[in-house]
């Protein structure tokens, strides 16, 4: 049986680098929007409430984010 896509998202941000939305869709093969989704789950209480970090990556007008999974 294969992982589901909250697994996928997770054992990627496990890495505990800075990764972009692009990034995380090479590592997990999901589409991006499903992973910002799977990462909004992440941090509910059902989850585990893991703490992920947001930062701009480069330039603010980019709109260019990098997110990474802090250790508790």
């Known amino acids: 049986m294969g992982t589901t896509q909250?697994?996928?998202v997770l054992n990627a941000l496990t890495?505990?680098?800075w990764l972009t939305l692009q990034d995380l869709r090479?590592?997990?093969g999901d589409?991006?929007?499903?992973i910002?989704?799977?990462m909004r789950n992440?941090?509910?209480?059902?989850?585990?409430?893991h703490n992920i970090l947001k930062r701009v990556k480069g330039v603010?007008?980019?709109n260019l984010w990098e997110y990474k999974?802090?250790?508790k």
Request: aromatic share 0%.
């Open 42 to 49: 992440l941090r509910m209480k059902q989850h585990g409430s």
């Open 69 to 71: 999974l802090v250790k």
């Open 60 to 62: 603010k007008n980019d």
């Open 31 to 34: 589409p991006e929007g499903s």
């Open 26 to 28: 090479i590592l997990t």
């Open 6 to 8: 909250i697994e996928r």
């Open 15 to 17: 890495s505990r680098n």
């Open 36 to 38: 910002s989704s799977q």
